[in-house]
C-alpha cells in the first residue's frame, strides 16, 4: 500500500500512524514553511517506525551521516610587515610611510616607520588588504647620513617604489632607480614591469633597477654609480631651480615647492643615458675621490646637457596644471597648429595635425587617427608634405618591425581617446615613434591674437618644427591689429614622452669613403704623396661604401698629418690633424667645444663626435674640432671605448648600433645607425626615447582665425 502526499494541502488530513484520530489542518490560513517541514518531518519519522503495506519486515537501515565539514581558515592577519632598505648608499635616519591615498607623499595616519639604522633598513606595518597596492615613499632628510661617504647627504630628498602587487609579507628595495621607474610608470600608465625594463634600457644596465644594488657585482656597482650620480645631479637641479620658487609659471600659476620635486625627476628621467654614460666614464670609475667626482659630473652635466633645462623643465610641470583636454561629445573636424613662422604672404612655414570626423570616430579598437601635414611657402611658391622639418627629408624610411616604409603625406597615425586625465597612448607614423601624450587646454576666446602669442607662446621655452617659440608667429605683430580670438579657440599645452623609437635612415645620406689607402693615414709634411694627402686636397675623391664591412675596414682610426693652415679668421693647429679619411661621424653637437687658444674663428665650438674600429667589433670614440670653412673633422681626442653589433633585418636591411656611447652623444638627442640596403650604406638614426617634450598649440578655431587675419588659406582637415 502507498501514502498519498499532497504537497500543498488545503484543509486536508496529513498521513497519521494507523490507530490514531487524524489531524486536522487549521482552516483559517495556509500551513507556513515552517510548520509545514515539522509536520513532514513527523510524517517521514513514523513512516519509518511502521512497516508499509506488502514490505519485508527487514528493519530500515540506520542513516548514514554526513561528512563533518572542514574547518575555516584561519582569519587574516590585521596587518603585514613591508621590510625593505633605502640607498643611495645605505641611509641612516630616514624614514618611510606607505602611500594610501596615493599622492607621492607622505600623510598623517598613514603607516610610518621608525628612523633607518646603519644599514638603511625600515618596517611598515600596514593592513592586509592594502598590502601590495601602493607605493613606498621614503622621506630622507638632510641629515641623514649616507654610509657609502658616511656624512650627512645636505639636502632633504624623496625616493620612492612602486607597488609590488602581491599580498603578504612584503620587501622592497628603495633607490633613486626605483623612484625614476614609479615616474615613467605615473607620466606613461606604464605597468612596473615595463618602466622598470624601459628605465633598464636606457641606463644600459645589467640589472635591474628595482633590485638592491649595494652588492658587489659589476653590475650592482655601476647601478649604485647611476643612482649616486643621479642624486647628485639631482641636488644640483634642485638648487638651481630654487630661485624660481613663488615665480609666475608657463601656465599662469605659481611655483611652489612640488613643482621643483616634479621638475626635477622628469628632467632625470629624460637625461638618464646621459647620467649613465657620464658614470660610466674613467673620470669616475677611475676616479680615488668617486665622492667629488660625482658631484663635479652633475655639476658639467647641469651646463651641458639639453635634458636638463630649467625652464623647459619648469614648464612640463606647469601646463600639467591646467585643465585637461576632454575628447569632444561627437566626431568632429579637428587640428592642432604646432610651429608657425610667418615673414610675409609669400613666405612662411608650419606644421599641424589634423583630423576630419571619420579619423575622430574610434574603430574597433576604440583607436583615433592624426595626420602630419607640413606647408611651407618660398617667393610665393607652397610646398606640403608629411614626415620631417625639411622637404628633403620627407623620403625617410624606417625599419616598423616587419618592413622598411616611409611617411607619405596622408598618412594616418592613431592614437588612443583622452581619457579624464587628457592622457592618450599613440602609435605616430606606422610604427615610427610611440609613447604617450598629456594634453592641457585654457579657452583664449575674447584674447587678442597679438596678446596670446606675446605672452603665452613667445614666453614658453623651446621650440617646435625648427620654429623658436619666441619668434613664433608673423614677424610683424602689428599686422595682427586688436583683432580677437573667437568662440570655442583653444590653446593646447602638450606634453609627450616617447617610449619607442625605430631604426630610421636619410635615403639622400649615403656614407662615403676615401679607400683603404687613405685611411692608412700617415704624415703628409714629410711625404706629399701619401694617399691620405691626396684626399685631403681632393685629387682622391669619395666613393659609397657598400657594406657595413666596408665601413668598418676603412675607419680605423690613423691620424692624417697635413700642412699647417690659416684664413681670414685664423689659422689652424699645429699639427694639423685630418680625421674625415679615417672615422666616420656620429654627428655634431653645437657648443660641444672651446674654440683653441691662438686659432681666432677658425674653428667653430661645435665638436663633431666620430667613431674609429679598432679591432674585432671594438671601437673608440672621439669628439673633434670643426673647421668654420668646409666643416671637416680635425684635431680629435679620444672620449670612450665602446663595441658595435650588426642587426639583419627583413627586406634586404642590416644595421649598426653603438653601445657604451659617452656622455657627450647624450646631447645628440638622437643615437647613431648606419643602414645597409641595396649595397648602399645610409646615414641611420633612431631619435632619443624618454625625453619629454612639452609643446603649444593652437585649435583648429583658433589657427583660422589666425590665418584669417594674415590673409591665409584656412586649414581644412
Known sequence: MTHAFNPAPDAATLPQPAGLAPRQAPLSRPPSFVHLAAVLASAAALAVMLPG??????????????????????????????????????LQGATACYDLNDNGACDAGEPTSAATPADGSFTIQ?????????????????????????????????????????????????????TMVLG?????????????????????????????????????????????????????????????????????????????????????????????????????????????????????????????DTAAALATVATDKLPSALPAASATATAALRGFSYTDAGNWTYRVMTSDASDNTPDGAGLVRFQDIHKAATAGVISTWGFGTLEARKGDLHWNGSAWVGCPLGLRSTQTQRDAAGRSTYDYCNGHEKGSSTRSVIDIAGLTLASVITTKIRSFPGDDNGVDYA???????????????????????????????????????????????????????????????????????????????????????????????????????????????????????????????????????????????????????????????????????????GTFAITATQADGRVMTFNNLPAIAQRLNFERVFVQRGGTVYFGYRNASNITRSTIRLNLPAANALFSTLGMAPITP
Open 53 to 90: 503495506c506488502g514490505s519485508s519486515s527487514t528493519p530500515a537501515e540506520p542513516p548514514v551521516a554526513d561528512n563533518p565539514p572542514p574547518p575555516p581558515p584561519p582569519p587574516p592577519p590585521p596587518s603585514v610587515a613591508i621590510s625593505g632598505v633605502v640607498a643611495d648608499g645605505p
Open 126 to 178: 600596514v593592513l592586509t588588504p592594502d598590502a601590495g597596492q601602493h607605493a613606498v615613499i621614503v622621506n630622507v632628510p638632510a641629515t641623514a647620513v649616507d654610509q657609502t661617504t658616511n656624512a650627512a647627504i645636505g639636502t632633504a630628498l624623496t625616493f620612492k617604489a612602486p607597488a609590488t602587487g602581491n599580498g603578504g609579507v612584503q620587501s622592497v628595495f628603495v633607490s633613486p632607480l626605483t
Open 184 to 308: 615613467q610608470m605615473q607620466a606613461t600608465g606604464n605597468s612596473a614591469t615595463e618602466a622598470a625594463a624601459f628605465i633598464q634600457a636606457q641606463a644600459g644596465l645589467s640589472v635591474s633597477p628595482l633590485g638592491d644594488f649595494t652588492g658587489s657585482s659589476d653590475g650592482q656597482r655601476q647601478a649604485a654609480l647611476v643612482a649616486r650620480l643621479a642624486v647628485q645631479t639631482q641636488v644640483a637641479l634642485a638648487s638651481a631651480m630654487a630661485p624660481r620658487l613663488g615665480q609666475a609659471d608657463a601656465g599662469g600659476g605659481t611655483i611652489v615647492q612640488a613643482d621643483i620635486q616634479a621638475a626635477v625627476a622628469s628632467a632625470l628621467r629624460s637625461a638618464l643615458p646621459a647620467l649613465a654614460a657620464a658614470a660610466n666614464a674613467p673620470a669616475i670609475t677611475g676616479a680615488t675621490n668617486v665622492q667629488a667626482a660625482l658631484v663635479a659630473a652633475a655639476q658639467d652635466l647641469l651646463t651641458t646637457q639639453p635634458t636638463l
Open 471 to 641: 619668434n613664433w608667429g608673423p614677424a610683424n605683430l602689428g599686422a595682427l591689429g586688436s583683432v580677437t580670438f573667437p568662440a570655442g579657440a583653444q590653446l593646447f599645452y602638450q606634453t609627450t614622452v616617447p617610449t619607442f623609437n625605430a631604426w630610421a635612415y636619410d635615403v639622400t645620406s649615403p656614407v662615403t669613403t676615401f679607400g683603404p689607402a687613405a685611411a692608412a693615414g700617415g704624415d703628409t709634411t714629410v711625404n706629399d704623396t701619401l694617399a691620405c694627402g691626396r684626399a685631403f686636397t681632393g685629387a682622391i675623391s669619395a666613393s659609397n661604401v657598400a657594406t657595413l664591412e666596408e665601413l668598418v675596414a676603412n675607419n680605423p682610426g690613423n691620424l692624417c698629418r697635413v700642412n699647417l693652415q690659416t684664413d681670414a679668421g685664423g689659422a689652424s693647429l699645429n699639427p694639423n690633424i685630418w680625421w674625415s679619411a679615417s672615422s666616420v661621424s656620429l654627428g655634431t653637437v653645437a657648443g660641444g667645444a672651446a674654440l683653441p687658444a691662438g686659432t681666432g674663428t677658425f674653428f667653430t665650438t661645435s665638436a663633431n663626435l666620430r667613431v674609429a674600429f679598432t679591432g674585432g667589433n671594438a671601437l673608440k670614440y672621439f669628439s673633434c674640432h670643426v673647421r668654420t670653412n668646409g666643416s671637416s673633422a680635425r684635431n680629435c681626442n679620444e672620449v670612450g671605448t
